[in-house]
Every structure is written in C-alpha cells, then in structure tokens.
C-alpha cells in the first residue's frame, strides 16, 4: 500500500494550497481517508477525515471553514484544500487510510496506512 502526498511548499500567511494523496495498492473503497498534521514539538492531530460516500469530518476548529476534504472515487485520490492559511498551520501533513471511522477519533491509534508526510509552511 502507498499513500503519495503531494502540493505541500511555502506560503503566505492568507494563501491557498491544496493537498493531494494518491492512494494504491488497497481497494479504496474500503478505507475512510484522512489527513493528519504534526508541527515541530506538538503532538499530532487529525486535520479531517471523510468517508467513502464524501461525509466529512473535520478535527481542531481551526480549520473549520478553512479546510475542505474531498475524494474522488474513481481516481483513488484524497485532497485537502487549504484556504486562509496561518503560521500556526505550518506543519508537516500525512495522508491516511483506515478501515475504522473511529481510529479519527483516537488520535491516529490503529491506523494501518500512512503516507510519509508533505511539508507546509506559510510565513507570517
């Protein structure tokens, strides 16, 4: 299984980027997908996470109304859109896949796949 993260960089403070995950070697339909950050000294944390039939569930609420987590099916691809973006989302972000919904809730415990993480940083 692979989990490819890519779109991360640098940016602005009031920016846009959009994250993409291509996901392979699973059935995709099975898997809940989701994304994680985790900035330097801080414990990890779920950013959002979506089913398969696109509801979305989103974790700090900072990024409510900023962040949209979306997934097309037929692509095996998961993407994140950031949108207003602040220093304090600078972070590393990981793209991930479960078969248990509730593995979003219990901080990332028991997830079977991640990906290796794409970088994003927005200067002030």
């Known amino acids: 299984v692979q989990l490819q993260a890519s779109g991360g960089g640098l940016v602005q403070a009031g920016g846009s980027l959009r994250l993409s995950c291509a996901a392979s070697?699973?059935?995709?339909?099975?898997?809940?997908m989701g994304w994680f950050r985790q900035a330097p000294g801080k414990e990890r944390e779920l950013v959002a996470a979506?089913?398969?039939?696109?509801?979305?569930?989103y974790g700090a609420d900072s990024v409510k109304g900023r962040f949209t987590i979306s997934r097309d099916n037929a692509k095996n691809m998961v993407y994140l859109q950031m949108n207003s973006l602040k220093p304090e989302d600078t972070a590393v972000y990981y793209c991930?896949?479960?078969?248990?919904?509730?593995?979003?809730?219990?901080?990332?415990?028991?997830?079977?796949?991640w990906g290796k993480g794409t970088q994003v940083t927005v200067s002030s």
């Open positions: 991930t896949a479960t078969r248990t919904y509730n593995n979003y809730r219990k901080g990332g415990s028991g997830i079977e796949y």
């Open positions: 070697g699973l059935t995709f339909s099975m898997y809940y």
């Open positions: 979506i089913t398969w039939s696109g509801v979305s569930t």
